[in-house]
């Protein structure tokens, strides 16, 4: 299992957190349902913060 770092970890838990709110939305504005896709969000928004997040498979 990949290994991040404190910052992405908690990052993703928050995400997944407002996911279960029902606040989180996409890109295009839609409700996230998916918890695949709340991870990939939280782990995007890391990484634009700089935090230690191995790079997206293409």
């Known amino acids: 299992?990949?290994?991040y770092s404190?910052?992405?970890g908690e990052?993703?838990?928050e995400t997944m957190h407002e996911m279960k709110?029902?606040?989180?939305k996409?890109?295009?504005g839609k409700k996230v349902t998916s918890?695949?896709?709340a991870v990939?969000?939280?782990l995007s928004e890391a990484r634009k913060e700089g935090a230690k997040v191995p790079k997206k498979k293409s």
């Open 35 to 37: 918890k695949k896709q």
């Open 6 to 8: 404190k910052k992405a």
């Open 11 to 13: 990052k993703v838990e």
């Open 40 to 42: 990939a969000i939280g």
């Open 21 to 24: 709110e029902g606040k989180l």
């Open 26 to 28: 996409s890109g295009s």
């Open 1 to 3: 299992m990949a290994k």
